[in-house]
């Protein structure tokens, strides 16, 4: 599957981005998405996930309830709506689809990568 991020640009910390990722190729509702980051000289890490059907989702604690998962399998999309931004937030942000239907956190389940759409939350 190719997968396509937009929506990343330049936000003043308690402002509000939404990325889009759409994807192409094989079946989008068979595998479950996710979104992940990685700032400046750190380690990519899992931001939030959803499961086939969007019926389950995963955040992590540095993001829950401030950022929300949802995905269109009819127009092939997974968003992530991000609200009250922090500058700690600031990164690229990497959507993924998983290698099976089920939700999961982990980096190593999923095995196609979008190619990266750039966040900077300013203070």
């Known amino acids: 599957v190719q997968l396509q991020a937009s929506g990343g640009g330049l936000v003043q910390a308690g402002g509000s981005l939404r990325l889009s990722c759409a994807a192409s190729?094989?079946?989008?509702?068979?595998?479950?998405m996710g979104w992940f980051r990685q700032a400046p000289g750190k380690e990519r890490e899992f931001v939030a996930a959803?499961?086939?059907?969007?019926?389950?989702?995963k955040y992590a604690d540095s993001v829950k309830g401030r950022f929300t998962i949802s995905r269109d399998n009819a127009k092939k999309t997974v968003d992530l709506q991000m609200n009250s931004l922090k500058p700690e937030d600031t990164a690229v942000y990497y959507c993924?689809?998983?290698?099976?239907?089920?939700?999961?956190?982990?980096?190593?389940?999923?095995?196609?990568w979008g190619q990266g759409t750039q966040v900077t939350v300013s203070s």
């Open positions: 993924a689809a998983s290698r099976s239907s089920y939700l999961t956190t982990n980096a190593m389940d999923f095995g196609s």
């Open positions: 190729g094989r079946t989008f509702s068979d595998y479950a």
């Open positions: 959803i499961s086939w059907g969007g019926g389950s989702t």
